[in-house]
């Protein structure tokens, strides 16, 4: 069962295993926090894993810590674990087997993982039905194909839209203008997005032109936008019917809304925890560069 990538975001040192053989190896514990400490055969065991030693030792404090803020209750992993199972079928054991699961109960320790992951996540996220009704809509209208100008201010975006209307060319206009890398593409934005993919301004807009329409100037987090729709490309597959879909498509959206500030409310409970790196190498594992940005 994979994880969930609550971590992604932060940057750590890429260092060799063979740092492990320090003179802090003598330790029993190589971390240690008022959440809990990992001990160095936990860790040693983890590292079987192939993955890089920063990578593993992250991922096992952070489990920690979100262990002991959260609380996941055995009949809800039971409820999750059944519904996979049925989910599955007859290929279950596949499952287990391409997961390097010993047997199930490590598999129900991995869903607890994700269930915690998830509380974390989304504890402080309300998704509307209005904004789940919107979401639904732009779903089953499909995906946009579309070219645009950023411009840093309000002003600038009308002169380019006024251009625009005069006649002038989008992709001459959008190499003149445009501060982000579609400049030199006339624009383009490339693949066809769908929803959720673009900041809500933008993907409102985008989802509410017609082909060949220019937008007024939009104003998001990143500047001023000047949007054309290209294409709509309608959905590959058909989308179920909205009070079929609706649940898990909330539970969607307040993960990917729960991800926007991930990264400063999980440094809030490191720190909190006390979490103190016993191996010297690491003592910076979870010092994030002055200039770090969080992709959303």
Same mark, same amino acid.
């Given at each position: ?135 639904? @809509?732009?779903?089953?209208?499909? =995906? %946009? +194909?579309?070219?645009?100008? #950023?411009? $840093?201010?309000? *002003?600038? !975006? ?28 006339g624009g383009n934005l490339g693949e066809p997005f769908g929803p959720g993919q673009m900041v809500k301004p933008f993907e409102d807009a985008a989802y509410n032109l ?32 909205y009070e079929d879909i609706k649940e898990d498509l909330r539970k969607s959206m307040a993960l990917q809304e729960g991800q926007k500030n991930a990264q400063e409310k ?5 720190? @909190?925890?006390?979490?103190?790196? =016993? %191996? +010297?190498?690491?003592?910076? #594992?979870? $010092?994030?560069? *002055?200039? !770090?940005?969080?992709?959303?």
């Amino acid at each position: 069962m994979k994880k969930l990538a609550i971590a992604a975001s932060i940057t750590a040192a890429v260092l060799t295993l063979s740092a492990c053989s320090s003179d802090d190896s003598k330790t029993e514990n190589v971390v240690e926090s008022d959440a809990g400490n990992v001990t160095k055969e936990e860790y040693y065991q983890e590292l079987k894993s192939g993955q890089e030693g920063p990578t593993i030792l992250q991922q096992m404090v952070i489990e920690k810590v979100l262990a002991d803020k959260y609380e996941v209750e055995d009949d809800v992993v039971e409820e999750e674990f059944t519904s996979l199972k049925e989910q599955y079928g007859e290929q279950f054991e596949m499952v287990l087997q391409q997961g390097n699961y010993a047997d199930e109960d490590e598999l129900k320790e991995d869903l607890r993982s994700n269930l915690i992951q998830e509380k974390f996540l989304t504890e402080d996220v309300e998704i509307t039905d209005e904004e789940l009704q919107k979401r639904y @809509d732009y779903m089953k209208k499909g =995906k %946009i +194909e579309a070219r645009h100008i #950023l411009v $840093e201010d309000e *002003e600038t !975006a009308k002169e380019v839209k006024q251009k625009l209307d005069d006649g002038g060319d989008f992709a001459e206009l959008a190499a003149e203008y445009s501060t982000d890398g579609s400049a030199q593409n006339g624009g383009n934005l490339g693949e066809p997005f769908g929803p959720g993919q673009m900041v809500k301004p933008f993907e409102d807009a985008a989802y509410n032109l017609e082909v060949g329409v220019i937008s007024e100037p939009v104003e998001t987090e990143h500047g001023w936008h000047v949007i054309e729709v290209l294409d709509i490309v309608e959905p590959e597959q058909e989308v179920g019917a909205y009070e079929d879909i609706k649940e898990d498509l909330r539970k969607s959206m307040a993960l990917q809304e729960g991800q926007k500030n991930a990264q400063e409310k999980l440094m809030t409970l490191l720190e @909190d925890s006390n979490v103190d790196i =016993k %191996i +010297e190498e690491y003592k910076d #594992l979870f $010092e994030q560069p *002055e200039q !770090a940005a969080v992709p959303q």
